[in-house]
T-cell receptor, first 116, second 112 residues
């Protein structure tokens, strides 16, 4: 079974600074997807970024980027120029290719607070 | 606007009563999912459905039931058999099995 580990239960950073959230996963599969979801105080889960394992290039979405290290099974999220609206729980998730979203495995989350 | 609507946002029920949580999507997605979220834990899959009139148990299906009579709707019933039903429930959908899931805003169920 796949496992996803987020070792930082809570983090805080000053507004406009850069912060990196860690995620490691364990799998024997070679084809899979990795996601970062954001859950703000409204509690709706919002997809932040997606990475396909076969792609060597790290995914980027505006201020959000990932550092995907396949050999190390590491998938960290970097938030640049952090904003107050980035305050949220962040979940890392793993999905095996061709096995369906019912196999989507989530980490336990990192609570990120942006300090004004 | 397309999206997933869960209702109600907050729900209170007495112990021993069944309660049904609503989930509707207008994204034309085939697959729908129910997750439970407890403090300090990630999301855990309760039930999922890949197509109308078909659904499968997830990791923690005991004490729950679902139906999928329409593509747009996937209601979840929390039965009296669920020993610890107080939790936050999230519904999600995806175009198919291997595309990213989109989530509703959740329902907070409190059983007293």
């Amino acid at each position: 079974a796949q496992t996803v580990t987020q070792s930082q239960p809570e983090m805080s950073v000053q507004e406009a600074e850069t912060v990196t959230l860690s995620c490691t996963y364990d799998t024997s599969e070679s084809n899979y997807y990795l996601f970062w979801y954001k859950q703000p105080p409204s509690r709706q889960m919002i997809l932040v970024i997606r990475q396909e394992a076969y792609k060597q290039q790290n995914a980027t979405e505006n201020r959000f980027s990932v550092n995907f290290q396949k050999a190390a099974k590491s998938f960290s999220l970097k938030i640049s120029d952090s904003q107050l609206g980035d305050t949220a729980m962040y979940f890392c998730a793993f999905l095996r290719s061709n096995f369906g979203n019912e196999k989507l495995t989530f980490g336990t989350g990192t609570r990120l607070t942006i300090i004004p | 606007d397309g999206g997933i609507t869960q209702s109600p946002k907050y729900l209170f029920r007495k112990e021993g009563q069944n309660v049904t949580l609503s989930c509707e999507q207008n994204l034309n997605h085939d697959a729908m999912y129910w997750y439970r979220q407890d403090p300090g834990q990630g999301l855990r899959l309760i039930y999922y459905s890949q197509i109308v009139n078909d659904f499968q148990k997830g990791d923690i299906a005991e004490g729950y039931s679902v139906s999928r009579e329409k593509k747009e709707s996937f209601p979840l019933t929390v039965t009296s058999a669920q020993k610890n039903p107080t939790a936050f429930y999230l519904c999600a959908s995806s175009m198919d099995r291997d595309t990213e899931a989109f989530f509703g805003q959740g329902t907070r169920l409190t059983v007293v």
